[in-house]
């Protein structure tokens, strides 16, 4: 089947941008723009160059095994000139602008660009190398600057502008009001409306800004490299498992090395007998960039100082009201009120947690800070007496996904036929997946596996998007990437719950992208702001632990025994535990976050010391001293590390989480977790509505009212605090 080859530019611009449905922890630098160059690219350089060429592959997915590392900046050149010509064709238009021949030209330009970087992206996520990591610092720097140079250009915003001011008289359906609507504020709220003399400052800001956080992320790596702990002794490593020593064993050094990425710092705290030890590695941890020539302090303070300055230059009255004016909570006031609703609960249930622990160690000696994850897994251990291994044989890859397709048949009446198309890697299986009419709705590829070659963690992405624009219909390839170990040969994969829950997230983001019947690439599949679009990936996790769900898919491998319900519920229950310590560390980092961004540019001229300010904003809320935040401001690079990134944003994970809870709760409410009715409308205005139409809109459609936080709570095992609070 061939395809036209359609992305657009604004898939493109979404690459640039922090990825939707990522759930990478780290943050996505926006590189810096150097200065604009000439760009030009020969006949000869392109010649075989597999991106100039029609793709007669099976769905139109990328000729894989055709494309080198060596063609895509030849390929992403031309489609910088290609895009050039197109922006110049609109704004010369003799013509006077119309939504055809400027809106939905826009959307139109840019296919080639399209392509090469969406390729270029997924595939620097999951088989990258040297020369493609060196790339990466040449392209990414290059499009920021061309896509500055579209949306700061006065011709094109003085079109954009026409066709807005005109759109009450131009009998626009549903959609395309909608597109000029999104098209309009993006020039906006980059600055093209602006004197430029504004202009000029923005733009003075945003560079100075750009070396800062550079500089932040930069001294950020160097710190986190430079701490290690090298342990040889046999008292050093006590407690510490087989499989984690084999991971931290270093050659050279013949010893054990643990450093300071998240996920062996946390087992190193578990694990860990060494009382000496966790105490130096945490420490390293939460002090890193904190003094002499590495001190990300004042860059911290610097950044919130230009941020609070450029939102009052556009009329805002501090940087989060900037950023949350088309999000869900709409105000900082209105996501700190939120969160504080979580906050209470969560710190009460961690003062609970502490008194536990500290009952466990009896008067040996006064629990601390760097106790707390050792002594939880203890205590998690001592209550619900579970071991992983005890579980896994009920989830073996194949069965968990096809639960989550029989899911999505029951739920939304779509199926999924697994096909043969060469995928980037000999482990991606791919599904052809098709809606109630045996339509086709889009290419389902899946790589499930870690490799070396591949980044951590795990999410959705596509290499293309769904477009439907004069009637081509063009559909969408979506990807899901998990990081399962690979099993032994002839070994089955068998999954650990919280991968489970993670296969049916993702699932949830590709569904998302599936299911769009929206017709512009702008407000297709995955779109909304960050406060939502988790939602339609979270609430399906909840389907994983039903027992009518279990029943279809949890069964022992071997024996086709349905996972016994007493060790479901001490699977569950152990995930419950330790809630109150995660709740606190996550609302304590988002609250500081918000506070940073709340600063007008006065209040955040007078702050000198970064920690003491976030030592006042964290003892305001009555954090205790046994749990620091997840991240602190010197290593906060979520926020301080892009130009934006997740600055007043960090709280919109568990945003999503009262609209997930929320949501699943009407499911419980119809007694069926299939029920036909609400599966229809969540289907109508969730998985097909992209960004339609406002975020909370949507939300109401599909549920009737606007999400009540109570599931939320009650998830989390917390007391529902009685109503009177909003
Ligand atoms: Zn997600």
């Known amino acids: 089947m061939k395809l036209k080859r359609l992305i657009g530019l604004s898939l493109v611009a979404l690459l640039l941008g922090a990825c939707g449905a990522s759930d990478q922890e780290d943050a996505a630098d926006d590189a810096p723009a150097p200065a604009a160059d000439e760009i030009s690219v020969s006949d000869a350089e392109l010649a075989g160059n597999p991106f100039m060429e029609e793709w007669d592959t099976p769905y139109g997915v990328p000729p894989f095994s055709d494309i080198e590392n060596a063609h895509y900046m030849p390929a992403i050149k031309k489609g ?16 006077a602008p119309t939504f055809e021949n400027t809106i939905v030209a826009l959307e139109l330009a840019g296919e080639l660009l399209g392509d090469v970087a969406s390729t270029f992206g997924n595939i620097t996520g999951t088989d990258t190398d040297d020369e ?50 999104l098209r309009h504020r993006s020039f906006v709220r980059a600055g093209a409306a602006f004197t430029p003399e504004v202009k000029d400052q923005i733009a003075e800001i945003n560079a100075e800004m750009s070396a800062l956080t550079t500089k932040f992320s930069q001294n950020l790596l160097l710190e986190t490299k430079a701490f290690t702990l090298e342990l040889t002794a046999d008292d050093e490593i006590a407690g510490l498992s087989d499989d984690f020593k084999a991971a931290i064993w270093d050659e050279e050094k013949e010893a054990w090395v643990v450093g300071l990425n998240r996920s062996s710092y946390e087992t190193f705290m578990v694990q860990s007998e060494n009382r000496e030890l966790r105490e130096k590695l945490f420490n390293g941890y939460r002090l890193r960039a904190t003094t002499g020539e590495r001190d990300n302090g004042p860059l911290a303070i610097k950044i919130a100082q230009l941020r609070a300055k450029r939102a009052e230059l556009m009329g805002y009255d501090s940087h989060a009201d900037y950023i949350l004016e088309y999000n869900m909570a709409k105000t900082p006031k209105g996501a700190e009120d939120f969160l504080l609703r979580v906050w209470r609960p969560g710190l009460e249930r961690a003062k609970e947690e502490r008194a536990d622990m500290q009952a466990m160690i009896g008067d040996e000696f006064t629990f601390a800070a760097h106790d707390w994850w050792h002594y939880a897994e203890k205590v998690r251990k001592a209550r619900f007496d579970l071991d992983e291994n005890e579980t896994k044989p009920y989830f073996k890859l194949e069965n968990v996904r096809a639960g989550a397709f029989e899911m999505a048949n029951r739920l939304f009446d779509i199926t999924f036929e697994e096909v043969d198309v060469e995928g980037w890697n000999p482990v991606v299986v791919s599904f052809d997946v098709k809606d109630e009419n045996g339509e086709h709705l889009g290419l389902f590829m899946t790589d499930m596996y870690a490799r070396d070659s591949k980044r951590g963690g795990a999410w959705m992405n596509s290499y293309r998007s769904a477009s439907n624009i004069n009637g081509d219909n063009i559909r969408p390839l979506i990807t899901n990437n998990l990081n399962l170990p690979m099993p032994p040969k002839g070994e089955p994969t ?14 949830g983001h590709g569904l998302h992208g599936l299911m769009t019947k929206i017709d512009y690439p702008t407000f297709s599949g995955v779109d909304g702001p960050r406060d939502y679009t988790e939602f339609p990936a979270q609430i399906l996790e909840h389907w994983t632990s039903q027992p009518e769900m279990l029943e279809l898919y949890a069964r ?42 709340m600063l007008s540019s006065e209040e955040a001229a007078q702050i000198t ?73 969540l289907k109508k205005w969730v998985y097909e509505a992209g960004g339609l139409r406002p975020a909370d809109e949507l939300y109401r459609n599909f549920r009737g009212s606007d999400p009540s936080i109570e599931p939320l709570l009650e998830g989390r095992g917390f007391a529902v605090e009685e109503a009177g609070g909003n």
């Not at 061309?146 to 006065?154: H, S």
């Open 80 to 95: 910088i000139l290609d895009l050039r010509a197109e922006i110049d064709a609109i704004v010369t238009n003799p013509e």
């Open 556 to 597: 022992h491998y071997e024996t086709g025994e349905v996972i016994p319900s007493d060790l479901v519920e001490r699977m569950l229950a152990a995930g419950n535990h330790n809630q109150g310590f995660a709740t606190t560390e996550y609302v304590a980092a988002s609250l500081l976050d918000l506070r940073w961004h």
């Open 609 to 681: 010391d970064a920690r003491a300010f976030e030592k006042e904003v964290l003892e305001g809320y009555g954090l205790i001293p046994e749990i620091e935040p997840r991240y602190r401001s010197n290593y906060f690079a979520h926020i301080f590390s892009s130009s934006t990134g997740y600055s007043s944003g960090y709280y919109a994970y568990l945003w999503s989480e009262i609209l997930d809870a929320d949501g699943f709760d009407a499911f419980k409410q119809a007694e069926n977790i299939f029920d036909p009715a609400t599966a229809a409308r």
């Open 132 to 181: 493609l990591r060196a790339l990466e610092s040449e392209i990414y720097p290059m499009l920021t600057r061309e896509f500055d140079a579209i949306t700061l250009n006065p011709d094109l915003w003085a079109r954009v502008k026409a066709v807005y001011e005109q759109r009450d008289s131009l009998d626009l359906d549903e959609q395309d009001a909608r597109l000029l609507e």
């Open 494 to 507: 068998l999954m650990r719950f919280s991968d489970v829950e993670t296969l049916f997230h993702e699932f």
